[in-house]
């Protein structure tokens, strides 16, 4: 197939990058506002081929057409958004045009093309906190979103409305829970321009000569030791997943969500015990006062993309934090 992946030199795309053009060809969309031009280089260490980068922003409707047109695009994977929950906050309204209007312009092209697969990447910070110990693709949105969240939500629900008025239309909608580590190879990982703020990052940098300690926020949530518990899964079975995720567009119409995660919830000392046993060093820490909206639970309920994409998450947790390791270490 012909596949256009938005936001493919990201850290997230990237990975998915890998596994996808094994199999088919690939054109990237991205405006490297928070990914770095050097991937083309990364692809190459990898000998990656099937794939085309282009400068640009999905907010450029007639770009996204010519693309789509000139390239015999078959299937999107949209993943081009801002996703930083703090920076959200601060700057709301940039949020709103990059991931809202970009998204709607996303459809508008697909709409003028004929194009009419997608896969969508979302996230598992909608849901609201629930009682039960896992969390399935109907549990509750949460009253209270963040604009990161909320700017996700706004698009699934147009995606829902545009599968409904045209029956054509096979919409795969993913919703991510915590996506940690880093490619096998060490060569493509985590390594944003801006607003690390993801655990793993966060947790390397304390180790870093005269950088602050890991603030860990909140140390009174109903977990084992008092900190947030959450579900980590590989970004290689994420990336596998949505391997998995076209193969099914290609056969079922209509709009579809799947919960993406492991399964199984870790609490954030017990990740930091686990690098320590790696790096063989102690990870100096603080704890900090919660952060407005933070649940003291996030774990996924993955049966349904279990039975229905045909995919599993192989990764555990050790796996995840010492590919992660490694990657943050071979950067120079």
């Not at 706004?154 to 490619?183: M, P, T, W």
């Not at 990052?201 to 008092?226: A, Q």
């Amino acid at each position: 197939m012909n596949i256009l992946l938005t936001g493919g030199a990201g850290y997230i795309g990237s990975h998915i990058a890998s596994v996808i053009s094994k199999r088919d060809k690939l054109v990237i969309i991205d405006n490297f506002y928070n990914s770095r031009k050097s991937i083309q280089n990364n692809f190459n260490k990898l000998r990656l081929k099937n794939i085309k980068i282009v400068k640009g922003d999905i907010q450029n409707k007639k770009l996204l057409v010519n693309l789509i047109k000139e390239n015999k695009i078959e299937s999107i994977i949209h993943l081009a958004a801002l996703k930083s929950v703090r920076e959200s906050f601060v700057k709301k309204n940039f949020y709103f045009k990059n991931n809202v209007r970009g998204s709607l312009n996303l459809i508008s092209a697909m709409l003028a093309t004929g194009c009419k697969k997608l896969v969508f990447s979302s996230t598992a910070s909608l849901y609201a906190e629930s009682k039960s110990s896992v969390i399935n693709e109907n549990c509750l949105i949460s009253k209270n979103l963040n604009p990161y969240a909320e700017s996700k939500y706004q698009i699934e629900k147009e995606l829902k409305k545009l599968s409904n008025n045209d029956r054509l239309f096979r919409i795969i909608i993913l919703r991510y829970f915590n996506v940690a580590g880093a490619h096998p190879s060490g060569i493509l990982g985590e390594n944003p321009l801006r607003n690390s703020d993801n655990l793993f990052p966060s947790i390397i940098s304390s180790l870093k000569k005269n950088s602050p300690k890991f603030k860990i926020f909140g140390k009174n949530y109903s977990t084992k030791d008092g900190t947030a518990m959450r579900d980590y899964i590989h970004v290689m079975d994420i990336a596998k997943a949505h391997l998995s995720a076209l193969d099914f567009i290609n056969k079922n119409k209509g709009c579809h969500i799947f919960n993406l995660g492991t399964g199984i919830g870790y609490t954030i000392l017990s990740i930091i015990k686990e690098c320590e046993k790696i790096l063989n060093k102690k990870i100096n820490y603080s704890f900090c006062e919660r952060r407005k909206g933070d649940h003291a639970k996030s774990v996924s309920c993955n049966k349904k993309a279990i039975k229905f994409l045909k995919w599993k998450p192989k990764y555990k947790i050790k796996a995840i934090c010492q590919t992660a390791i490694n990657y943050f270490f071979s950067l120079k």
